[in-house]
């Protein structure tokens, strides 16, 4: 009890120094809210005064206020985020008819794309490095085997964005396909090269089978792009782990026993080969949703990281940190979770305090 | 009087000072560091078809930023015709961009500065994970306590958003500044499978031995502990490098770090923009820097996966031909070595 306690204090720790942290370095950035919006509403062609009513509208409507030195903004800061409240935003883009926007809501709306992408993505990972692993690893030495790890690691060491290009080049838009110059063939139109949907707004009704359809058509070539890219790693590592396994005395004495080989396969090397790979699914969830800034950015789909993009260049303070603060609590509970529920999955790890200090 | 002296251990008592009585010539510390770094891992590298690839490939792009840089002309707009399709003539091999600009001028230039930037990140990220993860694992108790907590939360803050904002915030210009700014929060997860290393190379015989002598902890550091990691920092810092091209091209595509530097990621973004990949749009303009990161990141992944095997030391001295021992055991790998 006294581990968990102290481990979920870590946790906390953990996540207030990285807030921290960032709210520094964001309130860093040359440029700040104030400054963006004045250039945003200049290049709409606003007069200067205009500009000054609106900028003090807009400072009246920051639940910070701008003017405030750094330390008092941290405090209050942090004081509304310990209620809860992350803060809402000025910048017009943001907006929605009504007014200021809480980042809350924005958080909440595009999260749940970014999630489902990148658990979509990792789960598929495990699931084809754990089969494919496990059948090379029976067949240790052989041509199959062989080429496996030549496959994974080749398309282990493309960049997911690089990928992701060759994706959209060869399955988003139908026409004919000529690469340097050379007439290859035709291009196929089967996927989507951008947005998370056809139409934002007025698109099928949530909840139905044509929702979910047109989603999963739209998410397809992101979670393509890393799915190819991390499965073969993976396998590796799934494929070292099982001939480690393999041999090991406990699987020699299993068939001694004339145990059938479905049993040893599942029960005996699968089990005990999967184990090592449960932290690394975890942290790898957490690291996939970090990498989505640069993902969303290629497909041009609204999720978490491209908000934090977006509201980068617009210097939209409590977005960025709102967005920050997700990631970083993301990560922190997947640690949290792998450290937690290990000991439950493998018995034989118990969890101990380092001793002895030299 | 004499006593006193020798007591101090200016005399010819007895000390723990390791002085060797042989004289070693320059030479013949050439020839040795030659036999044991250079002679011997490359037998063992060249025979490894992943560290041959790797390396071949490594020395390809070293050639294209010193004497490629050197001798083929600095990219600049209009120095041949617009949007000239790759491999039609001489003066753009792999073609033009529409503002003419020769695509192979851009790919050759950006390597100089992508070299530095690799190898400063690598550095930076594996020194750094080496001391906190030797010094946490050896030294325990508080000290330790201390640099997990710090490196947990390095861990926990997710690396690409962070390296963003602080390259909106310092705008590094110089690429092994920004090199360093990609790496600021890798350190941690290395640095932790590093400390676990040193947990069990701490209680091994020779560093308790050490430790009874009395030799202070950054000797035991230094002679004991280090040695034993270099395989496994070495391999990790190829892995290092490759995660330092993954997230700098990454960036520079995003626009977000600063733009003097002539670089693949740029080249990606400039034709991302003019949209090449809708419709019949010139891919080649994509293509290129696409597959020159991908053949970089290639290499330094074979070079890791092949590294294993140049600094395990049995491996070493059998191909070499010196251990007669383990001669007859393997035949197969005496005679790739012998060729």
């Known amino acids: ?358 | 009087m004499k006593r006193t002296e020798s007591d101090g251990g200016t005399g010819d008592a007895f000390t723990f000072d390791v002085e060797s009585t042989v004289e070693v010539t320059t030479r013949e510390r050439v020839v040795d560091f030659y036999e044991e770094f250079i002679y011997k891992p490359g037998l063992v590298a060249l025979d490894d078809k992943r560290t041959a690839i790797g390396g071949g490939i490594l020395v390809v792009y070293l050639l294209m930023a010193t004497v490629g840089a050197w001798l083929y002309p600095e990219p600049t707009t209009n120095q041949v015709a617009r949007g000239i399709q790759p491999f039609q003539t001489m003066d753009a091999p792999l073609g033009s961009t529409p503002s003419g600009v020769d695509i192979l001028a851009q790919t050759i230039h950006a390597t100089p500065d992508m070299f530095i930037l690799v190898t400063s990140g690598a550095v930076f990220a594996t020194g750094l994970a080496v001391l906190t993860g030797t010094v946490s694992g050896y030294k325990g108790g508080r000290v330790d306590a201390v640099i997990t907590t710090l490196s947990d939360i390095a861990m926990s803050i997710p690396g690409l958003p962070l390296v963003m904002v602080l390259a909106v915030t310092l705008n590094p210009k110089h690429p092994a500044v920004v090199g360093v700014v990609l790496t600021i929060n890798y350190w941690s997860g290395l640095g932790r499978a590093i400390r676990s290393q040193v947990l069990t190379l701490r209680e091994e015989a020779y560093t308790e031995a050490s430790r009874a002598m009395g030799l202070s902890t950054r000797r035991i550091l230094a002679k004991d502990i280090i040695p034993n990691l270099m395989p496994y920092v070495l391999v990790n810092f190829a892995f290092a490098a490759r995660y330092c091209i993954f997230s700098a091209v990454g960036l520079y595509f995003l626009g977000v770090l600063p733009t003097n530097l002539a670089n693949w990621g740029l080249q990606i973004q400039d034709a991302y923009d003019r949209s090449v990949l809708v419709g019949t749009g010139p891919k080649y303009q994509i293509l290129v820097p696409m597959i020159t990161v991908a053949v970089f990141s290639l290499a330094l992944v074979l070079l890791a996966q092949g590294l294993d095997r140049v600094f395990n030391p049995r491996v070493r001295t059998r191909m070499a031909g010196e251990s007669e021992s383990i001669d007859g055991e393997d035949e197969s790998v005496t005679q790739a070595g012998g060729i």
Do not use: C
């Not at chain 1, 860093?28 to 919006?37: K, N, S």
């Not at chain 1, 499965?231 to 590796?236: E, I, K, P, V």
């Open chain 1, 1 to 358: 009890m006294r581990y968990y306690l102290n481990r979920l204090g870590r946790a906390l720790l953990t996540v207030w120094a990285a807030a921290t942290v960032t709210f520094v370095l964001i309130r860093l950035m040359p440029g700040g809210p104030i400054t963006q919006l004045r250039g945003q509403l200049a290049q709409q062609g606003y007069s200067a005064q205009q500009i000054e009513r609106r900028l003090a509208a807009a400072k009246s409507r920051m639940n910070l206020n701008p003017d405030a030195s750094i330390p008092q903004q941290y405090v209050e800061y942090m004081l509304s985020l310990a209620q809860g409240d992350l803060g809402t935003t000025i910048n017009p883009k943001y907006m929605t008819g009504e007014g200021p926007r809480t980042v809350a809501s924005l958080v909440a709306e595009r999260l749940p794309w970014t999630v489902f992408v990148m658990t979509t993505a990792t789960i598929l990972i495990f699931a084809i490095a754990i089969v494919w692993g496990a059948i090379v690893a029976y067949s240790e030495g052989s041509r199959f085997d062989k080429g496996s790890s030549v496959l994974g690691i080749l398309l282990g060491s493309v960049p997911f964005y690089v990928m992701a290009f060759a994706l959209i080049i060869v399955f988003a838009y139908g026409v004919n396909l000529s690469v340097f110059g050379v007439n290859v063939g035709q291009y196929l139109d089967l996927f989507p090269a951008r947005n998370r949907m056809t139409q934002r707004l007025l698109g099928p009704e949530r909840g139905t089978l044509e929702f979910l359809l047109e989603v999963l058509h739209h998410a397809a070539l992101p979670i393509a792009s890393v799915v190819i890219v991390q499965a073969g790693l993976q396998m590796l590592a799934m494929r070292a782990n099982s001939i480690q396994v393999l041999g090991e005395d406990y699987v020699r004495v299993a068939r001694l026993r004339g145990l059938p080989d479905r049993r040893i396969s599942t029960r005996y090397v699968a089990r005990n080969a999967v184990l090592p790979m449960y932290t690394g699914f975890l942290t790898l969830i957490g690291f996939n949703i970090g990498g989505s800034v640069i993902l969303e950015q290629v497909f041009q789909y609204r999720g978490i990281g491209l908000l934090m993009f977006n509201s980068i260049e617009l210097r939209a303070y409590p977005v960025l940190m709102g967005v920050f603060l997700v990631f970083t609590v993301t990560v922190v509970v997947a640690i949290l979770i792998a450290d937690l529920t290990y000991s439950r999955i493998d018995p034989r790890v118990t969890t101990g305090e380092s001793s002895e200090a030299y």
